[in-house]
């Protein structure tokens, strides 16, 4: 049977994914610019600019534009808590029906193996 202590990772699997793209390098693959760069830049567009006061967008860009590698990806991975804290409420409600569909198949195992003891 599945207990919250199996399954909590998935409540941080949004932040793992979202900061793990961000974190790959940049790589030209079959003429289209893939990985870190143009996520984290998505991500900063997307997700951060249109939330943020004009004057604070306009300090962010400016301070994105000579920020190394590294600064770029804390960026993208506190936006990406952020996301994570979104999602909590549909994950937890996916998480409650993990545990009762494994709850319910390991009732049906057992009745069914009671039943052909009989």
């Known amino acids: 049977m599945i207990t919250w202590l199996k399954i909590w990772p998935l409540l941080l699997m949004p932040t793992v994914i979202l900061s793990a793209l961000a974190a790959f390098p940049t790589s030209l693959i079959g003429g289209r610019v893939l990985g870190g760069g143009p ?40 936006v990406s808590v952020n996301i994570n804290a979104i999602l909590l409420p549909l994950l937890y409600v996916f998480g409650i029906f993990v545990i009762q569909v494994s709850s319910w198949v390991a009732k049906k195992d057992i009745q069914l193996k009671r039943d052909s003891m009989r």
């Not at 939330?51 to 190394?68: G, Q, Y």
Request: proline share 5%; hydrophobic share 55%; glycine share 0%.
């Open 39 to 78: 996520v984290r830049e998505y991500y900063l567009n997307n997700f951060l600019l249109p939330v943020l006061p004009a004057d604070v967008s306009a300090s962010l860009v400016s301070w994105f534009s000579t920020a190394s590698s590294m600064q770029e990806w804390l960026l993208a991975f506190a």
